[in-house]
């Protein structure tokens, strides 16, 4: 392992589309949504064998980091730091890159969400070493995944044409794209070369800042701004400052902007966002009619269902491609194909202040 080589967790997100188990102070990424460990557990796990735990830093917000410092004790606790604000992912990678280039001017530094699923870590953790050599040599890094179907959720990155599919060398961007139609998708996909932008990245701290303070000037001066990470006055000047950043993801503040930005063309090490209720059913163990079940379930003349209920008994008859989630103040019962739409309840509630189901 590089002693220079850092971690950076992204799990400031809400996880809206994961309602009703996912609420604000027990978000997707702290849930056991698949197996016994909650996805961030997973992912600090997968990350063990080239990033130790103590090398890792966490960014999420301040409903959630009493419950993420309980669940990774080997992570320091002040390397766990609570967002002020959400800003998106350029200020919180921004923020990252300061403390770590303070601390160790030669850091370079992985990023990478909390809640994602990778069925394959050693492929994974080989991915993950060949982006640290590529940022090591000052490029801008994005891990890019061979698609394994036309996916309409994701971005994607275009690689130059019959590029090396699963190399460790560096491959120039050609562009970045945005999630497509699905006609584009299917493009894409036959084209050879269009990758799923998998929202893991990797530079060196100090070549992230550089390309902060030329592309994003207001951030980086504010960010710059803060005392020693170890000051007494760090975590006041850092609620009065961090709400000023601009709120902006790293991808179009940076990455659509810079130039010779490169990435890793990765072979498919089993990767999925996790995006919805029907991704977890996709990854579940599905008896002979389909349906993924909780353990207390009986399904009668039912097909392609996915039930999480627990402490009671769950009796389908005759339904098929239905989500069911069971909380102890809340069911949803979803169409598997409009599982997306499930973040669409959270801003309804928001909207009527239902506060205590939030």
Not at 332 to 349: F, M, N, P
Request: aromatic share 8%; glycine share 6%.
């Amino acid at each position: 392992m590089n002693r220079h080589h850092y971690g950076l967790i992204l799990a400031g997100g809400r996880g809206t589309r994961f309602w009703p188990r996912s609420r604000k102070s027990s978000a997707k990424q702290v849930l056991n949504v698949i197996g016994e460990r909650s996805l961030i557990q997973n992912t600090v796990e997968r990350l063990a064998p080239v990033i130790p735990p103590e090398r890792l830093w966490i960014l999420t917000n301040h409903h959630l980091r009493d419950t993420i410092v309980r669940q990774l004790p080997g992570v320091p606790a002040r390397q766990i730091l609570a967002e002020p604000a959400q800003r998106n992912t350029a200020p919180a990678i921004g923020l990252a890159a300061q403390i770590l280039h303070s601390l160790d001017p030669a850091a370079v530094m992985g990023v990478f969400p909390a809640d994602h699923v990778v069925a394959k870590p050693k492929e994974f953790r080989s991915t993950v070493k060949a982006a640290f050599k590529g940022a090591a040599q000052s490029h801008l890094m994005v891990v890019g995944i061979q698609p394994r179907w036309p996916e309409t959720g994701y971005g994607y990155v275009e690689f130059p044409e019959k590029c090396a599919i699963g190399t460790s060398e560096p491959i120039e961007v050609r562009q970045f794209h945005e999630k497509p139609q699905l006609a584009k998708a299917e493009d894409y996909v036959a084209a050879g070369n269009f990758f799923w932008n998998s929202g893991m990245f990797f530079w060196r701290a100090g070549v992230l800042l550089d390309q902060l303070r030329q592309h994003l000037p207001k951030t980086a001066t504010l960010l710059a701004s803060l005392p020693a990470f170890r000051s007494r006055t760090f975590a006041a000047r850092l609620a009065e400052t961090f709400p000023l950043c601009d709120n902006i993801s790293i991808d179009y503040a940076v990455l659509e902007k810079a130039a010779g930005v490169h990435g890793i063309a990765a072979a498919d090490f089993g990767w999925n966002d996790v995006g919805s209720w029907n991704a977890v059913y996709e990854l579940l163990q599905r008896d002979p009619q389909g349906n993924a079940l909780a353990l207390d379930t009986i399904a009668l003349d039912s097909h392609n269902n996915f039930v999480d209920a627990r402490g009671k008994l769950v009796a389908l008859v005759g339904v098929r491609d239905l989500i069911v989630v069971d909380t102890p103040d809340a069911l949803l019962v979803a169409s598997r194909d409009r599982a997306q739409q499930v973040g669409e309840i959270v801003k309804t509630l928001e909207k009527h202040n239902r506060h205590e189901l939030l």
